[in-house]
């Protein structure tokens, strides 16, 4: 096993000592990578925790699965919890400020769990690489004094990876995968139906191999984004017509491949270039 380098051990160290004087954590836990090794860490250093899943229209049946195996496989403290986002008139209009909404609403039903748990200290998974991009659900987590602590320790995504790999997780080089909620341009109304069209488009797509995929959701035009070293496996004639037939039947009437490519955060681009 390699071994990890001087930056990631000092930032290593003060995750500790971030996370260590607050003897008693809630974990706002989504499987990816990132939360994965908040838990590990506390696991690490011995501090009590409860890791908490959000189940709500946003999820998909993919990821849900994901955090279920986890806790599976390590068995730590764990408790789910269920949000209606789409009764919130603020959240399924989608405005540019839905992730504001959203996460205010997500993470005050975590802070009753943790409170039943025995706790105010909350942690949640952003780094440093997450302050490039139009974020607006960050001022939900400092008003709500949620604990950043990858962030506060300087985290990089990619450091994240490596010290992740570094202890054994098997989610080291999971592919992100934000809510379903990022595939749809702001202002446009959000409803289950788009959701579900969505996931079953991604799924049909990782299906065939895809590591990283997208399927933006632009009413009856399916935009697919996928790295452009996969470009070539789009376009062969077998698989294309493969794609374009099972989109179609989720609903979409078009299906187009975005020859930029895969960029995270692709809907926030009118607003990063035109700040308020």
Known sequence: MEELSSIIKTKTEKLHSIILPLKKVCIAFSGGVDSSLIVETCRNIN???LAVSVKSEFLSEAEEKNIVAAVNKYCFNHKWIEASLLQNSDVSSNPE??????????FKKIALAAAQYGTDKILEGSHSDDLEDYR??????????ITSPLALAG??????RDLAR????????????????????????????KLKEIE????????????TARVRHHGTVARIEVDESDF???????????????????GFEYVSLDIEGYRSGSMNREINSNPQ
Request: charged share 25%.
């Open 136 to 145: 607006p659900g960050s001022a939900a987590i400092k008003e709500l004094a």
């Open 155 to 160: 985290f990089t995504k990619q450091e994240i």
């Open 97 to 106: 400020l839905r992730c504001y909404h959203c996460k205010k609403l997500i």
């Open 232 to 250: 070539y496996k789009v376009l062969s004639p077998g698989t294309r017509a493969e794609i374009t037939a099972r989109l179609k039947e989720t």
């Open 47 to 49: 501090i009590p925790f």
């Open 200 to 211: 079953v488009a991604e799924n049909f797509l990782f299906s065939l191999g895809f590591k």
């Open 166 to 193: 570094y202890y054994g997780l098997d989610n080291w080089n999971k592919p992100s995968m934000p809510c379903l909620a990022t595939r749809i341009p702001y202002n446009t109304p959000i409803t289950e139906k």
